[in-house]
Nanobody, 119 residues
Framework: QVQLVESGGGLVQPGGSLRLSCAAS????????MGWYRQAPGKQRELVAS??????NYADSVKSRFSISRDNDKKKMYLQMSSLKPEDTAVYYC??????????????WGQGTQVTVSS
């Protein structure tokens, strides 16, 4: 009953910018931590950035280039990516820790959005 849907991915040249969005919907009572992960071909999924109670955390590889934010009223999360590099190419996934009105608290994943950085 809970869905996370990412959008905003695409093809961008090195040095360019993209803004990813994640929208949560369903029988949501409360959203706790939220984060962005990515998985490149042949590599493990890795944490890119997270936000919990306004406190943000970033992977060293994206610090100063990416910015995570969320709009609690709209149940949305964003990832502003700038100065993109080819090594940022991956499928980006939204992740959230959500408590439903049925009072179960679980971890959810979106379906992913492809980001390709190439000239």
């Amino acid at each position: 009953q809970v869905q996370l849907v990412e959008s905003g991915g695409g093809l961008v040249q090195p040095g360019g910018s993209l803004r990813l969005s994640c929208a949560a919907s369903g029988s949501i009572f409360s959203i706790y931590s939220m984060g962005w992960y990515r998985q490149a071909p042949g590599k493990q999924r890795e944490l890119v950035a997270s936000i919990t109670n306004g406190v943000t955390n970033y992977a060293d590889s994206v610090k100063s280039r990416f910015s995570i934010s969320r709009d609690n009223d709209k149940k949305k999360m964003y990832l502003q990516m700038s100065s993109l590099k080819p090594e940022d190419t991956a499928v980006y996934y939204c992740n959230a820790d959500i408590q439903t009105f049925g009072r179960t608290r679980e971890n959810y994943w979106g379906q992913g959005t492809q980001v390709t950085v190439s000239s």
